[in-house]
């Protein structure tokens, strides 16, 4: 799948992004975080679309500047609105208690479990033992780190290949491009995108080129 980031600051222009961008992708990220103002009921509509439902903090390299419980309010209402998937990140102490709510009022949204490091990529034990926790708390690991080199890339893609259908994994900045086209094919079950410049992190490769690419390598 290719996911394009909603990276708008208003309620408004981000439903008419992701109308627009579900025509040539297959989901789209709202990245509520990066709204100057949301509601528990604009949630209720973003989880109308095929997406994944982000509000990322300060601390993981996004936007929130609400409070910790507003946020967590927010990601359990698109819960219960049954989001395709939501975004909680492995360093988030509270976790859990968004999978137990999730499993106790029977919504069939899917939580993802991320890792984000805009340095560096650990190493592959180090990588290994982030996806193990992820999937010990969610249903889909996600990692994104900082590609720096050839080394760092086939670190990246062993990682995914080794956990094929159950993860995303991303390797950020120019040098991680190559993970972002080829991660799908090693078992990512999805990559992020750019459209025409609009990106939420390093490195995206335009959705048109990353087509082109796949089908140049017949890889779809």
């Known amino acids: 799948m290719i996911c394009l980031p909603v990276v708008e600051d208003n309620v408004e222009e981000a439903i008419k992004t992701a109308k627009k961008y579900l025509e040539i992708a297959d989901i789209v990220e709202f990245r509520v975080d990066m709204l100057k103002e949301v509601s528990e009921e604009d949630i209720a509509e973003f989880a109308k679309y095929p997406s994944i439902i ?24 698109a819960i219960e609105c049954n989001a395709k998937f939501v975004d909680i990140e492995l360093r988030e102490e509270k976790n859990r208690e968004i999978v137990k709510f999730r499993d106790e009022i029977g919504s069939k949204t899917k939580i993802i479990i991320s890792y984000h490091d805009f340095e560096k990529t650990p190493s592959k034990e180090v990588l290994d033992d982030i996806v193990k926790k992820a999937l010990s708390i969610g249903d889909i690991a996600k990692f994104a780190t900082m590609a720096n080199n050839k080394e760092d890339v086939l670190n990246i893609l062993e990682v995914i290949n080794k956990y094929s259908g159950k993860i995303i994994g991303i390797g950020m900045g120019e040098n ?45």
């Open 176 to 220: 991680g491009k190559l993970t972002r086209i080829l991660g799908v094919y090693f078992g990512s079950i999805l990559t992020f995108a750019s459209y025409k410049g609009k990106s939420s992190a390093p490195g995206q490769v335009d959705i048109e080129t990353l087509k082109e690419i796949w089908k140049l390598m017949n890889l779809k």
């Open 54 to 77: 982000t509000v990322r903090p300060e601390w993981e390299g996004g936007y929130w500047r609400g409070s910790d419980e507003e946020r967590l309010n927010l990601i359990k209402k």
